[in-house]
């Protein structure tokens, strides 16, 4: 069954640096999802994409954020200077029918 | 506002008895409504969906769901609790098409033999 995958499964990075974060939606899916988790907290909605341009943004997406489809297969978020904040697990998720949205197993983020 | 409340963050179950996992979401248009369940350290997995229909609906791993349009409510059901059900459930929705998941804060469900 096809999935979604991410890498790397852990990202240990100091403040200030930057950090890009991988995703391989399901190869036919059109529409593309960024979530974050901080620990114990709610999943929340970071960023959409589809037609190769952003269609919705949170407030948390600020000018830090950044999101590329670059060869028709990766779809990654890159944060340019992370914050002790960032610190969260980034999921990814794509759909076909903008529907049932299909999970990755997320990317764990410890900014020291 | 557009939300999803989860009343309760936590459930005890006895295996074998039937559970319920409570969500409301807040009315705007037309919601399509989700379960996804997380276990430790994994992903979220999606359970069930409600986009239009039989009110109730049924999903992976003999959970179900009934959608109730006046009291805006998608609550999460199983007859029969199995320890390995304990997991963290999310309920969630969507209001457009293509649009973003918005999650309730999650109920851990607890299973006991």
């Known amino acids: 069954e096809p999935e979604v995958t991410q890498t790397p499964s852990h990202q240990v990075t100091q403040m200030g640096q930057e950090v890009i974060l991988r995703c391989v939606p399901i190869s036919n899916h059109l529409y593309f999802y960024w979530y974050r988790q901080i620990l114990g907290q709610k999943v929340e909605f970071l960023v959409s994409f589809y037609n190769n341009e952003i269609s919705e943004k949170s407030e948390i997406f600020d000018d830090q954020f950044s999101v590329e489809r670059p060869d028709g297969s990766n779809f990654t978020l890159k944060i340019r200077s992370t914050k002790l904040e960032d610190s969260a697990m980034y999921f990814c998720?794509?759909?076909?029918?903008?529907?049932?949205?299909?999970f990755g197993p997320g990317t764990r983020l410890t900014v020291t | 506002a557009q939300s999803v409340a989860q009343p309760e963050d936590q459930v005890n179950v006895a295996e074998g008895n039937p559970l319920t996992v409570k969500c409301t979401y807040s009315v705007s248009g037309n919601p399509y409504l989700f379960w996804y369940v997380q276990y430790p350290n994994r992903g979220l997995q999606f359970l069930l969906k409600?986009?239009?229909?039989?009110?109730l609906v049924k999903g992976s791993y003999g959970f179900e769901a009934e959608f109730n349009k006046s009291q805006t409510s998608f609550h999460l059901k199983k007859p029969s609790a199995l320890v390995s059900d304990s997991a963290l459930y999310f309920c969630?929705?969507?209001?457009?098409?293509?649009?973003?998941?918005?999650f309730g804060q999650g109920t851990e469900l607890s299973v006991k033999p």
């Open positions: 998720a794509s759909t076909y029918d903008s529907y049932e949205q299909y």
């Open positions: 969630a929705v969507i209001y457009n098409q293509g649009g973003k998941l918005i």
């Open positions: 409600y986009i239009t229909g039989d009110n």
